[in-house]
């Protein structure tokens, strides 16, 4: 039987001749191949070439990106490129491609502008966030480049179940409210992060680039402080309501008349579910089988629209809870701005 050399496959008597003679070397293919100290440098400062070309590149201050980390630049990068894609320079319907929404225009609004893609990534921020939540569009992004980075987590299902509604639906408005996050002196000087009330719709963008593709354009407005303690604050923003545990009002305190219209007596024996917005009331039933299934702790806040007596809509913090071995349910209502 003819054994064959392992190197060359020819046969054994063969086999001397291709192995490598005393004092030779390898053939250089067979060593693998190792990243030196200098290939290394040789890559990273050819990586940092081309960041520091994307950053002179990107539409802001020659002050602002000389304060941009690598991390901030790609964020920035990554925001201009999704914005140009939903809105191709050229195109009459983009805020983007032109220069920025003067000051003077965006000082009369009463929030800033936000617009999503379909998938809830950041597109665009207006330039007023910073006198809103103390944050820079730059410094916003460093926390994340989707809506959900930069809002409460305790909201997050209820935003993600706003956010397909309006998909499903295009040029329905929804709104929903959650706190966003701020700078620490923000937050030092008003105890917490904001609330702000997101209110928009997904449209449809009328370009050649992209005829079926949809953004969500927004308006984001400050309410009053969601605070986590029910009993600080003005208590003129608050009344009180004890609900038998399918929630049917059996009494309510009497401020209820300020804040949304009705008297005492119109809204015992009503249902609670009777007054709340149809888009909250997953989010409102969520709250209720916590509190009734959970007896003697408090459920996780909601905020939830109620309709007044005038048939128009009020913003309201509600805060329950089952005292253990009670059969009732009491809500505090803070009523916000």
Same mark, same amino acid.
């Given at each position: 039987?003819?054994?064959?050399?392992?190197?060359?496959?020819?046969?054994?008597?063969?086999?001397?001749?291709?192995?490598?003679?005393?004092?030779?070397?390898?053939?250089?293919?067979?060593?693998?191949?190792?990243?030196?100290?200098?290939?290394?440098?040789?890559?990273?400062?050819?990586?940092?070439?081309?960041?520091?070309?994307?950053?002179?590149? %990107?539409?802001?201050? *020659?002050?602002?990106? /000389?304060? @941009? #980390?690598? =991390?901030?630049?790609?964020? +920035? !990068?990554?925001?201009?490129?999704?914005?140009?894609?939903?809105?191709?320079?050229?195109?009459?319907?983009?805020? %983007?491609?032109?220069? *920025?929404?003067?000051? /003077?225009? @965006? #000082?009369? =609004?009463?929030?800033?502008? +936000? !617009?999503?893609?379909?998938?809830?990534?950041?597109?665009?921020?207006?330039?007023?966030?910073?006198?809103?939540?103390?944050?820079?569009?730059?410094?916003?992004?460093?926390?994340?480049?989707?809506?959900?980075?930069?809002?409460?987590?305790?909201?997050?299902?209820?935003?993600?179940?706003?956010?397909?509604?309006?998909?499903?639906?295009?040029?329905?408005?929804?709104?929903?409210?959650?706190?966003?996050?701020?700078?620490?002196?923000?937050?030092?000087?008003?105890?917490?992060?904001?609330?702000?009330?997101?209110?928009?719709?997904?449209?449809?963008?009328?370009?050649?680039?992209?005829?079926?593709?949809?953004?969500?354009?927004?308006?984001?407005?400050?309410?009053?402080?969601?605070?986590?303690?029910?009993?600080?604050?003005?208590?003129?923003?608050?009344?009180?309501?004890?609900?038998?545990?399918?929630?049917?009002?059996?009494?309510?305190?009497?401020?209820?008349?300020?804040?949304?219209?009705?008297?005492?007596?119109?809204?015992?024996?009503?249902?609670?579910?009777?007054?709340?917005?149809?888009?909250?009331?997953?989010?409102?039933?969520?709250?209720?089988?916590?509190?009734?299934?959970?007896?003697?702790?408090?459920?996780?806040?909601?905020?939830?629209?109620?309709?007044?007596?005038?048939?128009?809509?009020?913003?309201?913090?509600?805060?329950?809870?089952?005292?253990?071995?009670?059969?009732?349910?009491?809500?505090?209502?803070?009523?916000?701005?």
């Amino acid at each position: 039987m003819t054994v064959f050399c392992s190197h060359c496959h020819r046969p054994l008597q063969a086999e001397m001749s291709c192995l490598p003679r005393r004092g030779e070397q390898a053939p250089a293919a067979s060593k693998p191949f190792r990243s030196t100290k200098s290939a290394s440098k040789a890559r990273r400062d050819q990586i940092n070439v081309e960041l520091q070309e994307l950053r002179s590149l %990107l539409p802001i201050s *020659a002050r602002e990106k /000389e304060r @941009l #980390s690598y =991390l901030h630049t790609m964020a +920035l !990068v990554c925001l201009r490129l999704r914005g140009a894609q939903l809105f191709p320079p050229g195109t009459h319907s983009t805020p %983007l491609a032109g220069p *920025a929404l003067g000051t /003077e225009l @965006l #000082s009369l =609004l009463p929030g800033f502008l +936000l !617009v999503l893609s379909a998938n809830g990534k950041l597109v665009y921020i207006s330039e007023n966030v910073a006198q809103i939540l103390g944050l820079s569009m730059v410094e916003l992004l460093a926390q994340g480049d989707t809506i959900f980075d930069i809002l409460d987590g305790r909201t997050h299902e209820d935003v993600h179940k706003k956010l397909l509604l309006a998909q499903e639906e295009p040029g329905r408005e929804v709104t929903f409210v959650s706190e966003m996050r701020t700078s620490k002196a923000f937050r030092l000087q008003h105890r917490g992060n904001r609330a702000v009330a997101v209110h928009g719709r997904f449209t449809a963008l009328r370009s050649p680039a992209c005829p079926t593709t949809t953004a969500f354009l927004a308006l984001c407005t400050p309410v009053a402080r969601l605070s986590a303690d029910s009993d600080a604050g003005s208590q003129d923003d608050l009344f009180q309501s004890t609900h038998i545990l399918d929630m049917t009002f059996t009494d309510v305190t009497e401020s209820v008349t300020y804040h949304l219209g009705y008297r005492r007596e119109e809204l015992i024996g009503q249902s609670w579910y009777s007054l709340l917005h149809p888009e909250d009331a997953d989010l409102a039933a969520a709250q209720h089988r916590a509190v009734a299934l959970g007896a003697g702790a408090t459920a996780g806040t909601a905020v939830l629209r109620v309709l007044r007596r005038d048939r128009t809509w009020a913003w309201l913090r509600v805060w329950a809870r089952r005292d253990s071995g009670a059969h009732y349910i009491a809500c505090t209502s803070r009523c916000l701005r």
